[in-house]
């Protein structure tokens, strides 16, 4: 079986709750999920699924809704509150929307406040004023959270190892995001809306989920970006706010609807910290699933389509764009830093052949293979370092062997191997260079030899533990 791929296709946006909704009309189980959630030391919350009309097609729509005292328990909070359980049972309400929205304040397409009359808006605002998305009251009864507070749930939360650092992994990337906005440091980030108990069921369910559907890599496209202005807990901010942009740095972004915030700073700390950016790769597709924004705009049908697909091993591809430049001034002891600065800024490949150019001068031809998302970066590079004026590149597929990494145990420590698989047919063994080059230093000992010892554990079956 191939490696499972999961295509965020956010025509019209993303958040926490949409990006559950669709995981759960995927496939996803709810019943299997709460059982998961509930063993968190979270309290106050049931969770509500069903279906709703967005346009003309029908989606998935998912709440976290607040009963009782939303909050942490301790010790995870440190504010010395006594630990207490609510047994709430969920509702999943299929065929309908529930009748009374509860806020979220990160959630996809905010309406106007509840405290504050409808439509005031603030004189200062300018020629933006026609289009300002309110933000709503957060869940209900909750503090602000320090990241520090919530790292430390999620590191002690009994979880599956992929989904605490997938969960670890977005809220880490929205935490450095805020520091950045703030200029402070990541521990010193206080979360407001996106610290809700709301928003932390929204992120671990997301990765809850992708575990429950196998689900190894994720990918998306263009995003898009409303316009206007936005109150929130730190006061009126521009759309798309400026820790959600930090978020995206390296995503491709289209423009959006005026007044709305399509890309929730929860939704892109999911992005950030899970998927990348980058087109449909050449899957077999298994399934498709819908999840529902909050709002039901008459622009638009407001919800996002995860396509769940598999690569198949042979015939495996993916596309790339090879860069192409020669260069006859470039000494060939500044190569290597050429090369190098390219790999650096992300490329797949890198290399460099002696050629022959015009006016029968001796060159090299430099050739690059990177992903369209880097390559940006990687061209930047290219003229940085090297000598050309110029250079080409094309749109390619690349054919790949399905990889995985195993450890082996040597007479000269662990070394790490890569396995290359066609048809679930083991064809290459390739011991990381690096590391026997590490072992070799470190005994005294050529590296050849280090590298036969790696193959013959990896033959022998000899794992490290």
């Given at each position: 079986m191939g490696?499972?791929?999961?295509?965020?296709?956010?025509?019209?946006?993303?958040?926490?709750?949409?990006?559950v909704a669709a995981l759960l009309d995927l496939g996803g189980d709810l019943a299997s999920l709460e059982r998961e959630l509930r063993a968190l030391p979270l309290r106050g919350w049931a969770l509500r699924r069903g279906v709703v009309s967005r346009g003309a097609f029908a989606a998935a729509r998912f709440e976290v809704l607040a009963v009782g005292e939303p909050g942490l328990a301790a010790p995870?909070?440190?504010t010395g509150d006594r630990a207490h359980d609510h047994g709430h049972d969920h509702g999943h309400d299929h065929g309908h929307d529930h009748g009374h929205d509860h806020a979220h304040g990160h959630d996809h397409?905010?309406?106007?406040?509840?405290?504050?009359?409808?439509?005031?808006?603030?004189?200062?605002?300018?020629?933006?004023?026609?289009?300002?998305a309110e933000a709503e009251p957060a869940f209900p009864g909750q503090p602000h959270r320090p990241w520090r507070v919530i790292r430390r749930l999620l590191e002690e939360?009994?979880?599956?190892?992929?989904?605490?650092?997938?969960?670890l992994a977005a809220f880490t990337k929205l935490a450095a995001s805020e520091a950045r906005v703030h200029g402070s440091l990541p521990d010193e980030v206080v979360f407001h809306e996106v610290g809700g108990v709301d928003a932390i069921i929204d992120v671990v369910s997301v990765a809850l989920l992708l575990e429950q559907l196998g689900v190894d890599e994720l990918v998306g496209g263009p995003l898009p970006m409303g316009r206007g202005l936005k109150r929130s807990a730190h006061g009126t901010m521009p759309l798309p706010p400026p820790a959600t942009l930090f978020c995206l740095e390296g995503w491709p972004l289209c423009a959006g609807v005026d007044g709305m915030e399509q890309v929730t700073p929860t939704g892109a700390a999911i992005l950030a910290g899970m998927?990348?950016?980058g087109p449909i790769p050449h899957l077999r597709l298994i399934g498709v699933?819908?999840?529902a924004g909050r709002a039901d705009p008459p622009s638009h049908p407001?919800?996002?389509?995860?396509?769940?697909?598999?690569?198949?091993?042979?015939?495996?591809?993916?596309?790339?764009?090879?860069?192409v430049a020669t260069m006859d001034d470039l000494s060939g002891e500044h190569l290597p830093t050429l090369l190098e600065a390219m790999l650096a800024a992300g490329a797949l490949d890198a290399a460099a052949t002696p050629c022959l150019m015009k006016k029968g001068r001796s060159g090299h031809r430099v050739e690059v293979v990177v992903a369209p998302a880097q390559r940006p970066a990687v061209e930047r590079a290219l003229l940085r370092h090297g000598s050309t004026f110029g250079l080409r590149r094309q749109r390619a597929d690349r054919a790949l062997l399905r990889r995985t990494q195993r450890r082996v145990q040597t007479e000269f420590g662990e070394?790490?191997?890569?396995?290359?698989?066609?048809d679930g047919e083991l064809l290459q063994v390739a011991p990381e260079f690096e590391e026997v080059a590490a072992r070799a230093r470190a005994a005294g000992a050529p590296a050849p030899v280090v590298h036969r010892a790696a193959l013959a554990a990896h033959a022998a079956g000899r794992w490290a533990p």
């Amino acid at each position: 079986m191939g490696r499972r791929v999961l295509v965020i296709d956010a025509f019209a946006g993303v958040s926490g709750d949409m990006m559950v909704a669709a995981l759960l009309d995927l496939g996803g189980d709810l019943a299997s999920l709460e059982r998961e959630l509930r063993a968190l030391p979270l309290r106050g919350w049931a969770l509500r699924r069903g279906v709703v009309s967005r346009g003309a097609f029908a989606a998935a729509r998912f709440e976290v809704l607040a009963v009782g005292e939303p909050g942490l328990a301790a010790p995870a909070e440190d504010t010395g509150d006594r630990a207490h359980d609510h047994g709430h049972d969920h509702g999943h309400d299929h065929g309908h929307d529930h009748g009374h929205d509860h806020a979220h304040g990160h959630d996809h397409g905010h309406t106007h406040d509840a405290g504050a009359p409808d439509g005031a808006i603030a004189p200062e605002l300018g020629p933006l004023a026609g289009i300002v998305a309110e933000a709503e009251p957060a869940f209900p009864g909750q503090p602000h959270r320090p990241w520090r507070v919530i790292r430390r749930l999620l590191e002690e939360a009994p979880l599956p190892p992929r989904a605490r650092d997938r969960a670890l992994a977005a809220f880490t990337k929205l935490a450095a995001s805020e520091a950045r906005v703030h200029g402070s440091l990541p521990d010193e980030v206080v979360f407001h809306e996106v610290g809700g108990v709301d928003a932390i069921i929204d992120v671990v369910s997301v990765a809850l989920l992708l575990e429950q559907l196998g689900v190894d890599e994720l990918v998306g496209g263009p995003l898009p970006m409303g316009r206007g202005l936005k109150r929130s807990a730190h006061g009126t901010m521009p759309l798309p706010p400026p820790a959600t942009l930090f978020c995206l740095e390296g995503w491709p972004l289209c423009a959006g609807v005026d007044g709305m915030e399509q890309v929730t700073p929860t939704g892109a700390a999911i992005l950030a910290g899970m998927a990348s950016p980058g087109p449909i790769p050449h899957l077999r597709l298994i399934g498709v699933g819908h999840g529902a924004g909050r709002a039901d705009p008459p622009s638009h049908p407001n919800m996002l389509r995860l396509l769940l697909g598999e690569r198949e091993d042979a015939g495996s591809l993916e596309q790339v764009d090879v860069l192409v430049a020669t260069m006859d001034d470039l000494s060939g002891e500044h190569l290597p830093t050429l090369l190098e600065a390219m790999l650096a800024a992300g490329a797949l490949d890198a290399a460099a052949t002696p050629c022959l150019m015009k006016k029968g001068r001796s060159g090299h031809r430099v050739e690059v293979v990177v992903a369209p998302a880097q390559r940006p970066a990687v061209e930047r590079a290219l003229l940085r370092h090297g000598s050309t004026f110029g250079l080409r590149r094309q749109r390619a597929d690349r054919a790949l062997l399905r990889r995985t990494q195993r450890r082996v145990q040597t007479e000269f420590g662990e070394i790490g191997v890569k396995e290359g698989y066609l048809d679930g047919e083991l064809l290459q063994v390739a011991p990381e260079f690096e590391e026997v080059a590490a072992r070799a230093r470190a005994a005294g000992a050529p590296a050849p030899v280090v590298h036969r010892a790696a193959l013959a554990a990896h033959a022998a079956g000899r794992w490290a533990p």
